[in-house]
């Protein structure tokens, strides 16, 4: 049995990296082809929506992503994606050690919330050693610990027609603020176990390179997905009115939006 879940991961790692590598990996003569009438982009989204369906059904909803021990942590966990969001507004927040960092929590829920990092830190915990797997090849293990985005939810109380959890983040992917990185999940894996608003990183609070004040870990995913420098949390039926509609930044640009491993 343990060999069969070893070769279904790799299997849809495999599937993932190549599906998404396909979409965005730095090839111009691809980029054409992205636009959001065009039938190659068309048919990857289905295949991601067939990929998202097959995953789940292998998985189910509350299977675990493997978890290790510290003798496995043998380097420090290296950072994805921009290492110091170019934010004026969370520069700000930096100076002060975060002390007046709010975590925003809005959308279809009962109870809108804004809570402080300490709050946060106050809340539900669970500590794991997992593993960080990056569509461009590497991964790392490291320990995160964070609240648990179930709990939370359980304080918020989500609406019946809540499909959604998009993750607002203070990291601009183009020059002069625009395109704030966003990223987002669906409700099985905003209750998942393992689904962390990590402040944590190998027992000390989370670098700034890592995604501090806090980040997202939702370890049945690839690395694209925790998206750092997390300062909004909103609950929605659908992403039409978000960006570029698809659930998240790379999804905008091509990148499949279940990245399941």
Same mark, same amino acid.
């Given at each position: 049995m343990s060999g069969f879940a070893i070769s279904r991961r790799r299997f849809l790692t495999g599937a993932s990296v190549g599906t998404a590598s396909l979409a965005l990996g730095g090839c111009d003569a691809?980029?054409?082809?992205l636009s959001s009438d065009s039938k190659v982009r068309?048919?990857?989204?289905r295949a991601n929506d067939l990929s998202y369906r097959v995953q789940r059904l292998l998985q189910g909803r509350d299977a675990l992503a493997q978890e290790f021990s510290?003798?496995?942590i043998r380097q420090p966990q290296r950072p994805n994606g921009i290492t110091s969001p170019d934010d004026e507004a969370y520069n700000a927040l930096l100076t002060?050690?975060?002390?007046?960092?709010?975590?925003?929590?809005?959308?279809?829920?009962?109870?809108? @919330? !804004?809570?402080? *990092?300490?709050?946060?830190?106050?809340?539900?915990?669970?500590?794991?050693?997992?593993? %960080?797997?990056?569509?461009?090849?590497?991964?790392?293990?490291?320990?995160?610990?964070?609240?648990? @985005? !179930?709990?939370? *939810?359980?304080?918020?109380?989500?609406?019946?027609?809540?499909?959604?959890?998009?993750? %607002?983040?203070?990291?601009?992917?183009?020059e002069g603020g625009q395109s704030p990185y966003y990223e987002s999940i669906d409700m099985d894996d905003a209750y998942h176990e393992q689904t962390l608003l990590a402040y944590a990183l190998n027992g000390q609070p989370l670098p700034i390179a890592n995604g501090a004040?806090?980040?997202?870990?939702?370890?049945?995913q690839l690395g694209y997905k925790h998206a750092k420098y997390v300062m909004r949390l909103e609950l929605v039926e659908s992403f039409a009115h978000i960006a570029g509609g698809k659930g998240g930044y790379w999804e905008d640009q091509g990148y499949q939006w279940y990245a399941g491993i």
């Open positions: 691809f980029d054409s082809y068309q048919t990857l989204e510290a003798a496995d002060n050690g975060f002390a007046d960092w709010r975590l925003e929590v809005s959308g279809l829920v009962q109870r809108p @919330l !804004s809570l402080s *990092l300490t709050q946060l830190q106050s809340m539900p915990s669970r500590t794991q050693i997992t593993r %960080h797997d990056c569509v461009e090849g590497w991964s790392a293990i490291a320990q995160w610990q964070g609240a648990r @985005l !179930s709990a939370l *939810l359980d304080v918020v109380k989500p609406a019946a027609t809540a499909k959604y959890v998009v993750f %607002h983040c203070a990291d601009p992917m183009e004040p806090i980040r997202l870990r939702v370890e049945r």
